[in-house]
C-alpha cells in the first residue's frame, strides 16, 4: 500500500529526512557562496575604478577630448548599478554578470600578455579584476534555493 503526502510541510520532511543536507546547512553554503560572490565583484568594481585611474595617468589616446574619459565613467557607472541589482538578488542581473564575466575574461585575458609590455602595473591590476570577475561569476552560477528554503524556515 502506498501513501500520499496531502500537505506539503510532511512531504518536506520527509525529503529533509531522505537527503543529509539540512536547509539551514544548504542556505549557509549558499550565503557564503553569494557572499562570495559579491565580495569579488567589489573588489573587481574598484579594481576598474584603480584601472581607470593608471589610464589618464598614461593619458587617453588620441585628442584630450572628453569622450572619452566620459564614456569610461558611464561605463563603470552602469556596471556599478549591475551590481547593486545583483546584490538585491535580481535573477536578470544575476545572469547578465555571469554572461559579461565570462566575456571579460574571454575577450581580455588574451590581451594581458601585450598589456604587460606597454604597462605592467595595469596588467597586474586588470589580471586581478579579471580573476575577481570569473570566481563571481563562477559563485553566482550556483542555483539559488531561498525561495524554497525560506518557505521551509518559516514553518519550522
Known amino acids: 500500500m502506498t501513501t ?21 546547512l544548504a542556505r549557509l553554503v549558499h550565503g557564503e557562496r553569494f ?13 576598474s575604478w584603480v584601472e581607470f585611474g593608471l589610464v589618464v595617468m598614461m593619458g587617453l589616446p588620441g585628442d584630450a577630448g572628453s569622450h ?3 564614456a569610461a565613467v558611464v561605463s563603470r557607472v552602469l556596471v556599478g548599478l549591475l551590481y547593486l541589482c545583483v546584490a538585491s538578488r535580481l535573477q536578470w542581473a544575476r545572469w547578465l554578470t555571469v554572461a559579461l564575466g565570462f566575456a571579460s575574461v574571454a575577450l581580455v585575458a588574451p590581451t594581458l600578455a601585450l598589456q604587460w609590455q606597454v604597462f605592467p602595473a595595469a596588467a597586474v ?22 525561495r524554497s528554503l525560506a518557505n521551509e524556515g518559516q514553518r519550522a
Do not use: M, Q, W
Open 35 to 47: 557572499g562570495a560572490a559579491l565580495a569579488s565583484l567589489a573588489i573587481a568594481y574598484a579594481l
Open 125 to 146: 591590476v586588470s589580471g586581478v579584476a579579471l580573476v575577481c570577475r570569473l570566481s563571481a561569476s563562477i559563485f553566482l552560477l550556483s542555483p539559488l534555493p531561498e
Open 68 to 70: 572619452p574619459l566620459a
Open 4 to 24: 500520499v503526502n496531502v500537505f506539503a510541510h510532511e512531504a518536506a520532511k520527509r525529503t529533509d529526512a531522505r537527503t543529509s543536507v539540512s536547509p539551514r
